[in-house]
């Protein structure tokens, strides 16, 4: 089977928006809070962001299972690796927001028109790469070893890869939030209905999934 | 994390049905049609019924790809294994539905009161079990190697365990069918309310899939 570029548990607000303006390390998502942003799957039993309330095993928690499932390596933008701008020699000490032993457990191919050695921590290891988007993804494909590769985001990487046609599915979670202003996927997920079917699959929770795969030619 | 015990991925009709009176070699699910029970999900890219029709990568894909995630090890009822009842020496050379190659890749328990020798086809090895319940499930959960083991059915097998108390998740797909008569798994899904948490998700494929988790004491 083919290997696919998939979009997993990417957040946006209802008005389209992954992160809010002004990102900082104080701020990993601007303006938006991420307790806000992702409150809704933060009970699952396989969720990220466990808060120790009473944990869902329900249409949220089977997306969350889902999120690493088949997954070989991940392409991500700069911003999300790092809420610095500039040359990566600014901030050695910077190793991503996830500490010791990042949740990959994959190759990580970080988008940066600047250099930096490869970084290994614990079974997660992240390349920093400036190819053409084309080549970056031959490039993951390959090290997943014959598994899919995931698009981590943030919502300007997944757009360009968008643009570029080279996105096979998207799972996007909406949030009842509105953010106004920030970091934006899209105006709508039905501008992409020329290219993908979409489905949209109501949670009781109160955030909906959406569900985008490739119209085959 | 412990182990559990789940349901994952099991058809009824509307009137809550999983199979027709009947059953025999000539009709694996008695009176029911699997075309018409299993018409919903056949067409997903990771389904186990694939027609050749266009494959969807929407929600009941979803659902297709997880039933085998994290599972070690599968307990099924002999009707689930075979058409014939009574010793299994009436049938020697009955090996299952599934060929050479089932699709299970793991330990597969079947519940019944005549023995016989385990079987292994490809990477599955079927036994032969006639314990109690609660020691069958603890022997599957033994050989699952510290993944979750799958409650592969019929309906009355789910309803042994249910009765019991022995089960932990079920994902049941609700196909808009009616049977009128058969082997029951429930009146109506609501029955379990008092144990279990219920979503209910609607599929844009016309079936409902119902995700029950046990409430924790």
Same mark, same amino acid.
Do not use: K, V
């Given at each position: 089977m083919a290997q696919l570029l998939k979009v997993q548990c990417f957040t946006v607000t209802a008005d389209g928006y992954g992160a809010g303006d002004d990102q900082r390390l104080?701020?990993? /998502? *601007?303006?938006l809070s991420p307790q806000e942003l992702f409150t809704r799957r933060s009970n699952t039993a396989s969720g990220a /962001? *466990?808060?120790g309330g009473p944990q869902t095993r329900g249409i949220d928690d089977l997306f969350a299972r889902d999120m690493h499932h088949g997954i070989g390596?991940?392409?991500m933008g700069r911003n999300k690796f790092s809420p610095f701008r500039g040359p990566f020699e600014d901030h050695p000490e910077w190793e991503g927001w996830w500490g010791d032993a990042p949740p990959f457990h994959t190759p990580v191919f970080v988008l940066s028109h600047f250099n930096r050695a490869p970084l290994t921590l614990s079974d997660t290891t992240f390349h920093f790469v400036s190819g053409p988007l084309d080549a970056v993804l031959e490039e993951a494909k390959a090290a997943a070893n014959g598994r899919d590769v995931r698009l981590g985001g943030g919502a300007t990487?997944?757009?360009?890869?968008?643009d570029a046609d080279l996105v096979d599915t998207l799972h996007i979670v909406v949030s009842p939030l509105t953010a106004g202003h920030g970091v934006r996927l899209w105006e709508r997920p039905e501008d992409l209905l020329d290219r993908f079917h979409?489905?949209?699959i109501p949670s009781p929770s109160g955030v909906e999934h959406l569900?985008?795969?490739r119209r085959t030619a």
């Open positions: 104080d701020q990993p /998502f *601007g303006h /962001f *466990g808060d390596a991940e392409i990487t997944i757009r360009e890869f968008l979409l489905e949209r569900l985008l795969w």
